[in-house]
């Protein structure tokens, strides 16, 4: 059966300082998101042997953890291409068209991004994501690793908004972590995964 693996960064854990540390990149990759991928590989190992031994008093406790711990895999993906030591500062072309058709300007979008970022009670992401139905952006705010997201949607720029993602640099003002989120988006992989989510039709969710 396969297994999940940790992705491998293209950048060192030294690239995006200032704004995020050495510190924090080695911790949150290594030992973070790490745990996340052996949670999953856990939960799919359980899974196996309940089926192999037709014994599913644990299931529920199962699919839960494979839930959040396979959030958590996928959406530190996600965040890692996210981010460059070179970002472009502002999305362009088709994506920086929809930014202003969706939220009528791209200092709009960023407000609402860092709003609905920094209004996360607890642990969580916030998430520029594609609607399929509506065919439309959108911004959410993703609860712990696996709640409170429209089923279907697509991420296309996610921030972490887990203390352990700040805390070692910025403490508990998280405003200015988000700030400083704003200098090393890799606006290139977002615009990619905005032109890949567009390809998928809305129809395969709206069958009947």
């Not at 396979?70 to 920086?96: C, K, M, Q, V, Y």
């Not at 609860?143 to 720029?157: E, I, M, S, W, Y």
């Not at 070692?168 to 400083?180: G, I, M, P, T």
């Amino acid at each position: 059966m396969p297994v999940y693996t940790l992705p491998e960064l293209t950048y060192d854990y030294a690239a995006l300082e200032p704004h995020i540390s050495a510190r924090i990149m080695e911790l949150h990759h290594s030992k973070h998101h790490a745990a996340y991928v052996a949670g999953a590989n856990t939960a799919l190992e359980q899974m196996e042997e309940a089926r192999t031994n037709n014994s599913f008093g644990a299931i529920n406790k199962f699919e839960k953890d494979l839930a959040f711990h396979l959030g958590g895999h996928i959406n530190h993906s996600i965040f890692w291409t996210n981010l460059s030591p070179d970002s472009e500062g502002r999305p362009s072309g088709e994506l920086a068209a929809a930014i202003d058709e969706f939220f009528g300007s791209f200092d709009a979008f960023k407000a609402h991004f860092s709003a609905a970022s920094l209004g996360i009670q607890g642990s969580g992401w916030g998430i520029l994501s594609w609607d399929p139905v509506g065919s439309r952006l959108i911004i959410q705010q993703l609860f712990d690793q696996q709640a409170n997201t429209a089923q279907g949607t697509v991420p296309l720029l996610q921030l972490d908004m887990w203390e352990h993602a700040f805390y070692l640099d910025y403490q508990n003002v998280k405003a200015d972590y988000v700030a400083a989120f704003w200098n090393i988006v890799n606006w290139g992989n977002v615009e990619q995964r905005f032109a890949a989510a567009r390809t998928h039709s809305a129809g395969v969710l709206l069958l009947s």
